[in-house]
């Protein structure tokens, strides 16, 4: 060899081992590759278009076609059905034999074997498009309109609570908010003096601020519709006693005995409520246990003969348990529907007074068994944080069962009413909102929080 190629004789034999080998395996793989696919070619021939052709599918299973197909059974008709009907199952067909086709070498793939497998995939997608019958069903049944909200109520309501809104705790709320869109730290010191100077009590307020600065974030705190909003939302929840409506067909007669301070409207509400009741076809007795004020007999009389209920009444002077233990007899004799008695009033801090309503409910029991059905405080809501302690000392010597809060149309303080049903728990059965006996509202917490914290223009 040349020496210019830079290669010694043994390496130049070496070099043509290496190039010799790599040819002769070329050569064999190819000789190889051929036998494989005349193989290949030599089956196809000796299957032959004679041969079933859903027989060739199986050697290309796969999840979509099932393992051993039954042109006879009833699934089998379906696919001929849905490939006639919509114009895509047609385009699909007529594109699935082309796919073999273009896949296979010798171009020779038997065309009803791939027609068979394209009939095979095509009904599944039939059922995912068929809706469920029954699913429409819990669809619509939700739409149903529920009752509106008697917006009438809120505005009957609304002008019995203006001066509660206009100069009490929701005014003084109104005017901390006043112009703001947010609200700096100290709002929550300007909150408090509210609700502190405010008649829910003392109690209520800080429970309501302690509630606010735990439940609010600081970025609700600069919010003044946030603060609004929770405020509005809490009233509602402590006024909504978890308690079942009054029921004056729970027994007969049914028994209710009325007792409050001087002066709260214990027998004006008596007489409101025989109205209500007389209006709804019962049959109302009413008890004058008010011995000592002067003209109370007389003032329950007239309401009687307006409402055309009866009247037990006594002398001037006379032992009210026994003024009260006549009456309930004769609702027993003559079958009424509702008993409603009389007290005198009295001053909560006097002992031996509170101990003669207990004597009263024991003369009561003896006229009736199970009597009295329900005890209510009226409580005149001008009296402001007085009503609570009111009511805490009443209820402690007396067994309680409700409120009737009066007079809420001539006073700013309505807000004592969130005092007493957070700090004692009772629920507030009736509201006067006026002189007239449509006046004396059965209480609906969320008529009246609406009534309450809504502006007066947006319940007109």
């Not at 002769?24 to 000796?46: C, K, M, N, P």
């Not at 009687?304 to 009260?324: N, Q």
């Amino acid at each position: 060899m040349d020496p210019g190629f830079g290669l010694s004789p043994t390496e130049i034999y070496e070099l043509l081992g290496v190039a010799g080998g790599v040819l002769g395996t070329g050569v064999l793989g190819w000789l190889v590759v051929r036998r494989a696919r005349a193989s290949r070619q030599r089956l196809i021939d000796e299957a032959g278009e004679g041969r079933p052709s859903r027989e060739l599918p199986r050697r290309r299973t796969s999840a979509l076609e099932p393992a051993t197909p039954e042109p006879e059974a009833p699934e089998a008709e379906e696919p001929d059905e849905e490939l006639q009907t919509p114009p895509p199952a047609r385009e699909v067909a007529r594109e699935a034999p082309a796919r073999p086709r273009a896949a296979a070498s010798g171009g020779a793939a038997p065309a009803p074997a791939v027609q068979a497998r394209g009939a095979d995939v095509l009904p599944f997608p039939s059922p995912a498009v068929t809706p469920p019958p029954a699913a429409p069903g819990p669809i619509e049944k939700p739409t149903a309109p529920a009752p509106p909200r008697k917006k009438k109520d809120v505005a009957a309501l609304a002008p019995g609570l203006a001066r509660t809104r206009s100069t009490g705790f929701i005014a003084g709320l109104g005017a901390l908010f006043a112009g703001r869109k947010e609200l700096d730290p100290s709002i929550v010191e300007g909150l408090e003096k509210v609700l502190l100077t405010a008649d829910i009590g003392v109690k209520t307020s800080q429970k309501l601020l302690e509630e606010i600065r735990i439940s609010l974030s600081r970025k609700e705190l600069s919010n003044p519709d946030a603060i609004w909003a929770f405020l509005r939302q809490r009233s509602a929840e402590i006024l909504s006693q978890d308690v079942a409506p009054i029921d004056f067909g729970a027994a007969k007669p049914f028994v209710l005995l009325t007792i409050g301070v001087n002066g709260s409207g214990k027998t004006t509400t008596i007489g409101k409520l025989a109205a209500k009741l007389v209006a709804s076809g019962k049959k109302v007795t009413l008890g004058a246990g008010d011995t000592f004020r002067a003209a109370a007999a007389e003032q329950l009389e007239i309401w009687a003969g307006r409402t055309g209920a009866s009247l037990v009444r006594g002398k001037e002077g006379a032992d009210p348990s026994s003024v009260i233990f006549d009456a309930v007899k004769r609702g027993v004799n003559e079958g009424a529907d509702v008993v409603i008695c009389d007290t005198a009033g009295r001053l909560h801090t006097k002992t031996d007074l509170m101990q003669e309503l207990q004597k009263v409910r024991r003369v009561i029991d003896k006229a009736c068994p199970g009597a009295p059905h329900e005890t209510w405080l009226v409580i005149d809501s001008t009296s402001g944080q007085n009503a609570i302690a009111q009511a805490q000392i009443f209820t402690k010597d007396l067994q309680v069962s409700g409120i009737v809060l009066t007079k809420l149309d001539g006073t700013a303080k309505g807000g004592v009413i969130l005092g007493i049903a957070d700090q004692l728990k009772l629920p507030v059965r009736f509201v006067g909102i006026g002189e007239r006996v449509e006046d004396l509202r059965e209480f609906d917490a969320e008529e009246f929080v609406e009534a309450l914290f809504e502006p007066p223009a947006l319940l007109q």
